[in-house]
C-alpha cells in the first residue's frame, strides 16, 4: 500500500484509531496494559497509556519504513512519553496566554495536505482510515502544531533581532571563506534542565560519552537518536539535511569543519545541553546575485468570524470586475486591502523570489505585466495581485544583506527556540507514572 506523504512538523502527531490495528502492529511479545491507565501528570492534564501506545505505534511504523534499527520498547517509550509531556506543556502555554487557532485555517491546512498527496479531503480520509488514522484527530494534530507555532512566533520569533553589526560581521566571515559551506549532519541533543544540580549534568554528560563510544563501536546513529536525543527530528533518526554553514551555530560549525564524513566529534557543551555530531556529508554553495525581480500590488481581504472565505473571495470578484471596467487598482487597494500596503495603494515595490508564500509568488509568475490575478487564496487571506514590471537585476550588495539577515535570525530563532521550549518544559508541573524496567 502506497503511504500518504505527511509532512513532518516538529511536533506533529499522527495518532492511529482503532485498538484492533494498535495490536496488530504491536510486536508480539509486547506486555498488555490497561488503556487507561494514567502515565504523566502534566499542570492539569494527563497523558495515558493509551495515547502513549498510539504514539508508539505510529513511530514503530515510520522507523520500520525508514529502515532505522529499533531502540528496546522500554527505551522508546521513555522517550516518546518526555516528548509527549514537553508537547503538552507547550499546547498548555499556547492555549493559558491567548493563542487561537481558527478552524478555517485548520481545514486548509487539510487542504493543502490533500492536494500535496494527489488527494480531495474524502480522499484523505479514506487513505486515513486504510491506515488506521482518523482525520478528526490529523485535524486536532494540526491545530495543536498550529498553536505551538503561534506561540512561537509571538515569545521567540518576533522578539528576535539582528543588528548591522552581526549582517557586517557576518558577510565578512563570508568573504574571507569565499564559498560558503554547506553540512549534512547528524545530530543527538541531551538537554540539561534550566537549574540542573551538579550531579544532574554529570549523568547527562555520562550519557553523551557513552553514545559517543558506542558511535565509535558502529553504533547505529538513528536508533541512538531514538533512544535518547530530545531533538526535534530525533524519531526521524537525527538527521538534519544541508544547512548552510551561516544558519548553523559558531560552535557547531568549529565542530563540523575538521571532521571527514563518517565522523563524529567530541560532545559539545551549550546552555542547551550536550551535543553530538555525525558528519554525513559537506559541500560548497554557489548563489546566484542576478535574479528576476517583480514590481507588484495586491488587495489582501482577511478571513475572520465576521468574514468567510467565500466572502473574501466574493468581495474580490466584485473588485475585480471594477478594474476590469476602468477603476484604478491602487485607489481600491487603498480603499479595500487590509495588508499594511494599503496606504501605498497595495504597492509592494520589487519583489525578489522567494519573498512571498508560494500560493502567492505562483499566481505571480504567471501574470503578464499589466494583467490582474483571479482572487488566490493564501495563508493570510485571499488576494487580487497585479504585476507592473518585471527586470533582471544584479543585487548582489543587497541580496547579500538579505541573506545575512535571514540566516542570522535563523541561528539565533532556533537557538532562542530550544530555550524557550526548556524554559516552558522546566516551569510546567509534571509527574511520570510510566512503570519501565
Known sequence: MKFLKIPELSFLRKPFAGLLALLLMLPAHAALVPLNQIVAVVNDEVITQQELSK?????????????????????????????????????????????????????????RLAAQNKLDVAGLQAALAQQGQSLDLMRNSIRNEMLIMRARERDVDNRVSVSDAEIEGY???????????????????????????????????????????????????????????????ALQGGVSGWRPSGKLPELFVEALKPLMPGEVAPVLKSPNGFHILKLIDKRGLDVALNITQTHARHILIKTNELTSEADARNRLLQLKERIDNGVKFDDLARLHSDDASAAKGGDLGWVNPGDTVPDFEKAMNALQPGEVSAPIQSP??????????????????????????????????????????????????????????
Not at 81 to 99: F, P, S, Y
Not at 383 to 408: G, M, S
Request: hydrophobic share 35%; glycine share 4%.
Open 171 to 233: 558577510l565578512q566571515t563570508q568573504a574571507q571563506q569565499g564559498v560558503e559551506t554547506e553540512y549534512n549532519f547528524g545530530h543527538i541533543l541531551l538537554t540539561v534542565p534550566e537549574n540542573a544540580a551538579p550531579e544532574q549534568i554529570q549523568a547527562r554528560r555520562a550519557r553523551a560519552d557513552d553514545i559517543v563510544a558506542e558511535l565509535a563501536k558502529g553504533g547505529d546513529f538513528g536508533q541512538l537518536s531514538a533512544s535518547y536525543s530530545d531533538a526535534p527530528n
Open 55 to 111: 504514539r508508539y505505534a505510529e513511530v514503530l511504523q515510520t522507523l520500520t519504513r525508514q529502515n532505522i534499527n529499533l531502540p528496546p520498547r522500554n527505551v522508546l517509550e521513555k522517550q516518546l512519553l518526555e516528548r509527549m509531556v514537553t508537547e503538552l506543556a507547550l499546547q498548555q502555554h499556547a492555549r493559558n496566554t491567548g493563542v487561537r487557532v481558527d478552524p478555517a485555517q485548520v481545514e486548509r491546512a487539510v487542504q
Open 380 to 437: 493570510f487571506g485571499w488576494h487580487l495581485i497585479q504585476v507592473l514590471e518585471r527586470r533582471n537585476q544584479d543585487v548582489t550588495q543587497e541580496r547579500q544583506k538579505l541573506l545575512a539577515r535571514q540566516a542570522i535570525r535563523e541561528r539565533k530563532g532556533e537557538e532562542a527556540f530550544q530555550d524557550w521550549v526548556r524554559q516552558i518544559r522546566d516551569s510546567a508541573y509534571v509527574e511520570l507514572r510510566l512503570n519501565t524496567p
